[in-house]
């Protein structure tokens, strides 16, 4: 399904920074090929991830000075739960919301500070610092997500900070952190069993040597589902393949001039039987863990690869590393798109049409979803059908003395959203899917189309530390442009001129400004302010998305105890939303497109705190992350994505509070557990709150226990969900409520060597 080129891009790398002009203008690229061309690569193993796992806030350490707001999560910390599910992970930062979808966190939903969540797409993501979005610019919808369970760590930054991560920096960034190549022959093999057929393999192997380092990677991930599929049978969850490789050169450790080689090749694979088709209310109260038959032929297939080649060289004062990268993901959700009966309901023939008129009393949508209407009904099922391609080539340059640190980077960014979508179609009729039909491949459509994108980003940021005060000045820069063609026929002959194709969607540039402060009071308290120009750019239909950032906190660090409170406010010039099959719209929008907002006001409170108590042998860590937010538009407006918003309405799917509470022991005879106890406030699904959209407060507890039972060896059980609440976290995709994944048991060893 993937076009394996990567091998010929390497091979055209260097030809690349030679020949392309835009580079040969930058005295960064000029130096890189003179050292690749003339220096002898070979490696430090003290630095072995120095390069190798590019982040973006560094340690725990770090985050807590940090001139502006961050987070990191260690290895350790993941392996507590070893969560497998990004929204349960991300619960415990403080200013990071999200919208559960399946429960198993194949497709997040994030927001940071109370930007739209829908698919993640309004906030930087990365892995080891390279974007992982499927088309960063042309469609930035986190339809792929790399496998949680494979990561070592989770970054998020927020605030003046962020202003280095781009390009969405209104909300923050999140780098994820791949396994890195261990300083020694070593590895673990853990091996995971659940309820509903749920497995999980997850195995490493590595070693480094004075010059070579290398790791190997695999995570297995299965799930027969916990839903049951009405009157059908069938499984309702997932087979998902991960496998990752790192080879590392470096040059001695006593060498003048240190420098590595990175290579590292990523695959996935993964078949889900996902659906886009939740329950009408009534059916939830019956049954929340219950799909309609009609869904029955739902699923998901998608393979990823990723090749990024990394080098780097620190002299001195000074750190220079070059990433070239290049993302291909393909993938067809085959679902239910549409019922061809618009008379019986009366508001149209979408899936979230028919469980909009069930919500509001429509017996006969109602029979329609539950398969027992009087006369049967065509469904029509879409293959979402789309290849995406990014490449990219990012420099970075550091020099620092005792006073400053300064950072300029540049990154060059191609991608392509290429659709290429089909029907099928079916009898509903009595409970039962009749066979598919082939529907004829598309002509001239939205569902027949190619979109490319083509970006600039600079930035140069200076970290000023002087006695007590350390400052943080930023500046950002990014040029755009986005294209479409669409076909005349589904042989892509020619493009179709008469509509005006190819156009140009989006064409335009950004100036972004940053600034933050830590001011230390004495040794243990610290105050922090910041504000920056936020911005995201748009496919098109709308103007890009504009916001003014501020926040002011302090910090408390003493032994055992850490304590951050801070408040921000984020003024919106311009929001927009665009269409998306995944999102809230509701009326008919075209895929793709956006829709201006205006301004809007988001605030909030955000709260960690961090203790470990001690008595004799045992320990007692506790921690608390507590979000507050208010979101508002300011506008009065109607639109087929917004509906109709009266100023003042809350800023959907983004609940007024956010809590996780976790306590943990430890003795000192190999035994621990933690119990964690998450809870979120009320929300609805769309601005006007209408009858079916409120999606109440709910909570639920995880817990787990460990035990040592070898030098090596670790055994735990997980139980997720332990009161086994059954409440709607959710109503979208297509208006459908979604319950919380039920209470499950996991039983685990992880063997270290």
Not at 394 to 421: C, K
Request: proline share 3%.
């Amino acid at each position: 399904m993937i076009r394996h080129k990567w091998m010929k891009e390497f091979m055209h790398l260097r030809s690349i920074l030679v020949k392309n002009p835009k580079f040969q203008r930058l005295p960064l690229v000029q130096a890189i090929i003179l050292a690749t061309t003339f220096t002898q690569v070979a490696f430090a193993q003290e630095n072995t991830e120095q390069f190798e796992t590019i982040t973006i806030v560094g340690s725990e350490e770090a985050a807590r000075n940090v001139a502006g707001t961050a987070t990191v999560i260690t290895s350790e910390e993941l392996e507590v739960y070893e969560y497998t599910d990004i929204h349960k992970i991300l619960s415990s930062v403080p200013g990071v919301n999200f919208r559960p979808e399946e429960g198993y966190g194949l497709r997040p939903n994030i927001s940071i500070r109370g930007t739209y969540a829908d698919r993640s797409g309004k906030i930087t993501l990365m892995e080891d610092g390279v974007l992982i979005a499927p088309g960063p610019y042309s469609s930035s919808s986190a339809y792929y997500f790399p496998t949680v369970g494979r990561l070592a760590g989770v970054e998020v930054l927020k605030g003046a900070a962020a202003i280095t991560q781009g390009p969405y920096t209104i909300g923050g960034a999140i780098n994820l952190l791949s396994t890195p190549i261990p300083e020694e022959q070593s590895g673990f093999f853990n091996q995971e069993f659940g309820q509903d057929g749920a497995q999980r393999t997850h195995a490493t192997y590595g070693n480094s040597s004075e010059n070579f380092g290398f790791l190997l990677e695999a995570h297995l991930w299965e799930s027969d589902g916990f839903d049951t599929i009405q009157d059908e049978s069938g499984d309702t969850g997932f087979d998902k393949e991960d496998y990752v490789a790192k080879f590392r050169l470096n040059s001695d450790r006593d060498a003048a001039i240190y420098q590595e080689l990175n290579f590292k090749y990523q695959w996935s694979d993964e078949s889900s039987d996902q659906t886009y088709v939740g329950l009408a209310d009534a059916s939830f109260k019956r049954d929340p863990h219950e799909r309609y038959g009609l869904s029955k032929y739902d699923n998901m297939d998608n393979e990823h690869e990723t090749l990024s080649i990394n080098y780097g060289v620190d002299i001195g004062q000074f750190e220079f590393d070059v990433t070239y990268y290049q993302n291909d993901f393909a993938r067809d959700w085959f679902k239910v798109d549409k019922i061809d009966n618009k008379k019986v309901y009366g508001l149209g023939n979408g899936i979230n049409n028919i469980i909009g008129a069930a919500n509001g009393g429509s017996l006969a949508a109602l029979a329609i979803l539950n398969g027992d209407n009087d006369t049967p009904v065509e469904v029509k099922l879409k293959h979402n059908n789309r290849e995406y391609e990014s490449d990219g080539l990012d420099l970075r340059l550091n020099w620092s003395n005792d006073i400053h640190s300064v950072t300029v980077g540049y990154r060059d960014t191609e991608d392509s959203e290429d659709r290429f979508q089909h029907y099928e179609y079916s009898q509903w009729s009595g409970g039962k899917m009749g066979a598919l039909t082939v529907g004829p491949p598309p002509g001239y459509s939205s569902n027949n189309r190619l979109t490319e994108a083509d970006a600039e980003a600079f930035y140069i940021q200076d970290v000023i530390t002087l006695e007590n005060l350390t400052l943080n000045i930023g500046y950002r820069s990014e040029d755009w442009s986005i294209t479409q063609e669409r076909y005349v026929d589904s042989a892509r002959s020619a493009i179709n001129t008469e509509k005006g194709y190819p156009k140009t969607l989006a064409s335009d540039d950004a100036s972004l400004f940053g600034l933050g402060a830590v001011y230390d009071i004495n040794d243990e308290i610290s105050l922090y302010a910041g504000f920056n120009e936020g911005f995201t750019p748009t496919s098109g239909g709308a103007d890009p998305e504009e916001a003014e950032n501020t926040e002011v906190g302090v910090r408390y660090s003493s032994g055992a105890t850490y304590i951050d409170v801070g408040y921000f406010a984020t003024d919106y010039e311009n929001m927009f939303g665009s269409c998306t099959a995944s999102g809230g719209a509701v009326g008919d929008c075209e895929i793709g497109d956006s829709f201006n907002a205006g301004e809007a006001d988001i605030s909030g409170f955000e709260i960690l705190g961090q203790h470990v108590f001690e008595s004799g042998d045992l320990t007692f860590p506790v921690s608390l992350s507590y979000t507050a937010t208010d979101a508002e538009f300011r506008n009065t407006f109607s639109s087929s994505f917004w509906g109709n918003v009266t100023s003042g309405d809350d800023i959907p799917d983004l609940p007024d509070s956010q809590l996780a509470l976790s306590v943990g022991v430890n003795s000192g005879n190999g035994w621990s557990g933690n119990l964690t106890f998450y809870s979120f406030g009320d929300t609805c699904s769309v601005a006007s709150c209408a009858a079916g959209t409120k999606i109440d407060s709910h909570s639920e507890v995880d817990i787990v226990v460990r035990r040592e039972i070898g030098e090596n060896i670790d055994a735990y059980l997980t139980v997720m969900n332990v009161t086994d609440e059954e409440d709607i976290v959710a109503r979208a995709p297509k208006n459908g409520a979604r319950a919380q994944f039920p209470r499950a048991a996991l039983v685990g060893i992880r063997w270290r060597f």
